[in-house]
T-cell receptor, first 113, second 111 residues
């Protein structure tokens, strides 16, 4: 069966520091990978998605970037965090190009201080 | 631009009650609609997925319907239990890789 792992679960970072959140998927190949951010009381906002190694699509201009160095690995990064980057970040995967279930990781709580 | 709205934002019911959560979307051109459950501080768990050609899906005590022409979906929960307490999110897939989420309905089932 497929599983998705996301880490770290919680982190507190100072303004201006770098960020790296990592996500890996097991049990499938060539998944579509996603990074979402969830703000309190609001729906999920799609930040990045990837359909293959090295292929990244950005949905929202921001202080963040994403990379996919391996088929089942997706990394969310920032060189210098802003206070507004605080939030709950979720990695997800799906398979195929239409009509399939999206599966989410457990999320990462980021607090920028 | 596709927008997804969920009503009510919060709901409190006594245990055993049947309930309906509502979801509406502005553009009927969707691939599918999914209902998710989210426990506090956790990721989302997929409950039901309805393809655009389907009208409803059922899983245990859950039944979800889809009316594309009116831009509406409902999630029916039968015989609610305290363990059903969570936030329920509705989401519509608008292309191969983009899914738009509602803000969710927070459900509290009182024992």
């Amino acid at each position: 069966s497929q599983t998705i792992h996301q880490w770290p679960a919680t982190l507190v970072q100072p303004v201006g520091s770098p960020l790296s959140l990592e996500c890996t998927v097991e049990g499938t190949s060539n998944p579509n990978l996603y990074w979402y951010r969830q703000a309190a009381g609001r729906g999920l906002q799609l930040l990045f998605y990837s359909v293959g190694i090295g292929q990244i699509s950005s949905e929202v201009p921001q202080n963040l970037s994403a990379s996919r160095p391996q088929d089942r690995q997706f990394i969310l990064s920032s060189k210098k965090l802003l206070l507004s980057d605080s939030g709950f970040y979720l990695c997800a995967w799906s398979w195929g190009n239409s009509g399939n279930t999206i599966y989410f990781g457990e999320g990462s709580w980021l607090t920028v201080v | 631009k596709q927008e997804v709205t969920q009503i009510p934002a919060a709901l409190s019911v006594p245990e055993g009650e049947n309930l309906v959560l509502n979801c509406s979307f502005t553009d009927s051109a969707i691939y599918n609609l999914q209902w998710f459950r989210q426990d506090p501080g956790k990721g989302l768990t997929s409950l039901l997925l309805i393809q655009s050609s389907q009208r409803e899906q059922t899983s245990g005590r859950l039944n979800a319907s889809l009316d594309k022409s009116s831009g509406r979906s409902t999630l029916y929960i039968a015989a609610s239990q305290p363990g059903d307490s969570a936030t329920y999110l509705c989401a519509v897939q608008i292309n191969g890789f983009k899914t738009i989420f509602g803000a969710g309905t927070r459900l509290f089932v009182k024992a």
